[in-house]
């Protein structure tokens, strides 16, 4: 069983970067496919990124391609999201997650406890 750990997020302008973190406890981390998910106040939960258990294919939201990036170093059991030219629509609680296979879908096996992230215009 996977226990996840997020670290990063925070406050930023819009316009600015930020990069989450994700690490994992089990052994079992490169067996995992690892997506990110997110949260805005009274909105359902949506996907933004995933990628496979080698890191060689990832999946992004319309909203995330070519200003989101996730990759993941299965040596330090961790998956990363680079976030950049944020504006406050991409403020909300974002998530790490893992699953077996990947998927853009929201249904994941594993979450970490969520990590906010404010945007201010």
């Known amino acids: 069983q996977e226990q996840l750990v997020q670290s990063g997020g925070g406050l930023v302008q819009a316009g600015g970067s930020l990069r989450l973190s994700c690490a994992a406890s089990?052994?079992?981390?490169?067996?995992?496919?690892m997506g990110w998910l997110r949260q805005a106040p009274g909105k359902d939960r949506e996907f933004v990124a995933a990628?496979?258990?080698?890191?060689?294919?990832?999946y992004y939201a319309d909203f995330a391609k070519g200003r989101f990036t996730i990759s993941r170093a299965n040596a330090r059991n961790t998956v990363y999201l680079q976030m950049n030219s944020l504006n406050a629509e991409d403020t909300a609680v974002y998530y790490c997650?893992?699953?077996?296979?990947?998927?853009?879908?929201?249904?994941?096996?594993?979450w970490g406890q969520g990590t906010q992230v404010t945007v201010s215009s």
């Open positions: 997650a893992a699953k077996a296979s990947i998927t853009t879908t929201i249904n994941y096996d594993y």
């Open positions: 089990g052994r079992g981390f490169s067996s995992y496919a």
């Open positions: 990628i496979s258990r080698g890191g060689g294919l990832t």
